[in-house]
Each structure stands twice: as C-alpha cells, then as structure tokens.
C-alpha cells in the first residue's frame, strides 16, 4: 500500500538549475495536486490536475511547470531554480477536486534547497 | 484560516489528558472541512472530516466540532498520547474542490 510516493526526498540546487519532482499515486485517484510549504506557514497550492489530461493553476504558480503523464504520475518542473523556491513539496490525489466527501491523500514530500 | 506568520500557535498537555486544538475558517460558503495530523519529515495524514450540514462527528479517540455561526472549527482527542504529538492542520474546501490550509497547531504531549 504505496499510496503516493514522491522522488526524490532531498535534493540541493544552484540558483539557474532545472529540476523535475516526481508524484506517482496507486489509488486509482482522478484528481492530483502540488503544494508547498514553508516554514511556520500551511500548504500552499502550487498546480493541480482535476482529471487526466487537465492541469489549472493554484495559489502560487509562478515558477514551476506541470505535467499530468497520465493517470497515476503527475511532475512538477523548476525550469530555472530560484532560492524564494526553497521549500517542501508535497503531492496529493483524491478520486475527485469536485466531489464532497473526498480528502486528499499526500506523499512524504521532496525537500529542495536552492543555493 | 489563512496561513500567515512563522510562529505556528503550540499546545502543550499532559499524557492522559483530552486536548482541543481550534481553527478559524475563512469563507462561509465552504462545505467541507478536513483536519490532518503531520508528523516530523512526514506529509500530511487525514484524521477526520465533516460536510457543512453537521456539526459534530466523531472518530476512534477524535472529535470534530463545527460551529457555522463564528465559523469555527475544533478537534479534541481524547487521552492523549505521546504518539499524538504533532502538527495538526484544519482545512476548508470550497468550491471546484480547492483546499484551503490553516497555519496550523502545533501539539506537545508530556509524559
């Protein structure tokens, strides 16, 4: 029972790299979803994606890239890495965005650090 | 509510002993609402839920408390336990199924 399973857990970026963070789910679920958090502060919503094949913007989208591959894998991408981007990522899925009734199930999370 | 600050409210109770962890929500028109418990270096972990058409469910050692009226909402565990040591977050999720995170509480058990 994976649940949604995230890669890496860590990484450590200079100022300018790209880096893709993967987020695959085994639940079967149609929605996926990005956060990130910072210290002191909830999860903020970065992209999500309410159904294979679509992906909208979140609270803080400036910045990053997604890509919803297909059911069970959705990518975020840091095309060109900035220190305000240090921060914990998280992925989410749930069987439906607009379903009542529905909780979000999340990884373990990917701790990025860009110098 | 909104997340805001660095300094995340804490609570502090002893091994045994009911805690209340509160949240202020910030849209009236929200119908859902969710609390997770996180662990250090984990992700968030559901807890319990409550539609808007209730005010009360309850769970193994949890209780949710929704108040509409001030928009509050609250969990109480029962007898707690070291292991419940944790950040707790509410959350509120409106329409097109968007959630909203509170800052979060902070709880300390002390054996």
């Known amino acids: 029972n994976a649940g949604v399973t995230q890669t890496p857990k860590f990484q450590v970026l200079k100022t300018g790299q790209s880096m893709t963070l993967q987020c695959a789910q085994d639940?079967?679920?149609?929605?996926m979803y990005w956060y990130r958090q910072d210290p002191g502060m909830g999860l903020r919503l970065i992209y999500y994606?309410?159904?294979?094949?679509?992906?909208d913007k979140g609270e803080v989208p400036n910045g990053y890239n997604v890509s919803r591959l297909n059911k069970r894998e959705f990518s975020l991408r840091l095309e060109s890495a900035a220190p305000s981007q240090t921060s914990v990522y998280f992925c989410?899925?749930?069987?439906?965005?607009?379903?009542?009734?529905?909780?979000?199930?999340f990884g373990d999370g990917t701790r990025l650090s860009i110098l | 509510g909104e997340s805001v600050g660095l300094h995340l409210p804490t609570l502090s109770v002893q091994e045994g002993d009911n805690s209340i962890i509160n949240c202020a929500y910030s849209?009236?028109?929200?119908?859902?609402f969710i609390w997770y418990k996180q662990e250090s270096g984990k992700g968030p972990q559901f807890i319990i839920d409550?539609?808007?058409?209730?005010d009360k469910r309850q769970g193994q050692r949890v209780t949710v408390l929704l108040n509409k009226t001030v928009k509050h909402l609250s969990l109480q565990i029962a007898a707690t336990q070291p292991g419940d040591s944790a950040v707790y977050f509410c959350?509120?999720?409106?329409?097109?199924?968007?959630?909203?995170f509170g800052q979060g509480t902070e709880l300390s058990v002390k054996p």
């Open positions: 989410a899925s749930s069987e439906a965005a607009s379903r009542l009734n529905q909780p979000q199930h």
């Open positions: 639940m079967n679920h149609n929605s």
């Open positions: 994606s309410a159904s294979e094949g679509t992906t």
């Open positions: 849209n009236s028109a929200s119908d859902y």
């Open positions: 409550i539609r808007s058409n209730m």
């Open positions: 959350a509120e999720k409106g329409r097109g199924g968007k959630l909203i």
